[in-house]
């Protein structure tokens, strides 16, 4: 049996990238996929060099300021591993482990008797999304803010979002213009 | 409701405050009250309606799921969205997925919930398209490397405030911070890869909270 064609699709970038995210998003509990951030930059960056830290940042920036999910970051990476097909997967791998897990869910529904259990369950993905989501803003700090003026300008934010209800948008516009007059 | 810049930490700190009233819906997530008298939603409405809401979330969908859901369609009240939210959080993938789903599914079944996540992803998906496209023509363009450095930079602080929201959540005691800790440190300093660390930490953390519990 000619299975050529097997390791063809199984070999590229396309095929291991969709196959990652699909893993990522159907055991990604607590934190979504901003929290797998890190093992998405692992992978694409680090272990395989599709694409360049910057770009995977740029992907980040890009998703957060446009319409839409933040998770669609994924979708746009995918871009930049494999063009508008990269999307496609990346969003298709995102999208559906997760949604057939919620079907069988659903399907089986959830009575009460696993009350104490679900409880113990949902206060223990507290502390580790706390800490997934930590890392995640640790490793793009450290690929982002390469200079000291850039780190301070996250630093500033971090506590304006902290302490005032200004919508995030604000802060990337203000963030882009900084950057963009090559003040960073 | 939070303001919308807390995004999913918000909601996160949101639903550990209510959660421990809302009990599970009887029936699961799927059963709509046999005394609802709301007409049902089909697919193609749930496509369009989710596809709105899709597109009008700006960093993070989910405070503007709570705006079109609970208040301004009237499809879920309150409680139900915490119930809806607190289920969502305990599936694997984004939590606004899973809202959408269960919401379609309630009202036209298996195709209700897959019109409502194809609402939520096919615009977005496209849109990342021509985002990518738009970055590979621009890409070059000194200022515009350069606005894009400030965004990500603009861009980290959200996620950093996310943590720290949730950090603030977690009960003051070593053994939940330990985990915090750890998490941070295998994920974020030793780049160790996630399913390692969700296979250690979940079952330790899931160990820790069902003891104090008890």
């Given at each position: 049996m000619d299975v050529a064609w097997i390791d063809a699709l199984t070999g590229s970038a396309l095929w291991q990238f969709s196959a990652h995210i699909a893993l990522l998003s159907g055991t990604a509990i607590g934190g979504g996929m901003i929290a797998v951030m890190p093992d998405?930059?692992?992978f694409v960056v680090e272990t395989n060099h599709w694409v360049s830290s910057e770009?995977?940042?740029?992907?980040?920036a890009m998703a957060q300021a446009s319409p839409g999910p933040n998770f669609l970051y994924i979708a746009l990476i995918g871009w930049q591993v494999a063009g508008w097909k990269g999307t496609l997967a990346g969003s298709i791998a995102v999208a559906l482990p997760p949604a057939l897990v919620c079907y069988a869910v659903i399907r089986l529904g959830s009575g009460r008797e696993v009350g104490v259990l679900q409880k113990a369950f949902r206060r223990s993905l507290v502390p580790l999304s706390a800490g997934?989501?930590?890392?995640?803003?640790?490793?793009?700090?450290?690929?982002?803010?390469?200079?000291?003026?850039?780190?301070?300008?996250?630093?500033?934010?971090?506590?304006?979002?902290?302490r005032t209800r200004v919508h995030p948008l604000w802060l990337i516009g203000l963030g882009a213009l900084l950057g963009g007059l090559g003040l960073l | 409701m939070p303001d919308s810049n807390a995004g999913v930490a918000?909601?996160?700190?949101?639903?550990?405050?209510v959660a421990n009233q809302a009990p599970a819906?009887?029936?699961?997530?799927?059963?709509?009250k046999p005394t609802d008298g709301k007409p049902t939603i089909g697919p193609l409405q749930?496509?369009?309606?989710f596809s709105l809401l899709t597109i009008s979330g700006f960093g993070g969908v989910l405070p503007f799921a709570y705006r079109m859901l609970v208040e301004k369609r009237q499809w879920l009240d309150k409680t139900?969205?915490?119930?809806?939210?607190?289920?969502?959080?305990?599936?694997?993938?984004?939590?606004?997925?899973?809202?959408?789903?269960?919401?379609?599914?309630?009202?036209?079944?298996?195709?209700?919930?897959?019109a409502a996540v194809l609402g939520i992803m096919t615009l977005p998906t496209l849109l990342m398209m021509v985002m990518g496209l738009a970055y590979h023509q621009l890409g070059d363009i000194a200022a515009f490397r350069n606005a894009l450095a400030g965004m990500s930079a603009a861009a980290v602080a959200l996620?950093?405030?996310?943590?720290?929201?949730l950090a603030i959540a977690v009960p003051r005691r070593v053994r939940p911070w330990l985990v915090v800790v750890l998490a941070f440190v295998l994920l974020g300093l030793a780049h160790v890869s996630f399913f390692i660390v969700m296979a250690l930490l979940l079952p330790l953390s899931f160990w820790f909270a069902w003891k104090e519990s008890h």
């Open positions: 998405v930059h692992r770009q995977f940042t740029s992907a980040f997934l989501l930590l890392a995640s803003g640790w490793v793009l700090a450290t690929t982002v803010d390469d200079t000291w003026r850039a780190a301070l300008m996250t630093m500033v934010f971090v506590v304006v979002l902290l | 918000g909601d996160a700190t949101h639903e550990t405050a819906p009887a029936g699961g997530p799927g059963a709509r749930l496509f369009i309606s139900e969205f915490a119930e809806l939210f607190a289920i969502a959080q305990m599936m694997p993938g984004p939590p606004i997925l899973h809202i959408a789903q269960i919401v379609g599914h309630r009202d036209s079944g298996w195709r209700g919930g897959a996620i950093i405030v996310m943590g720290i929201k």
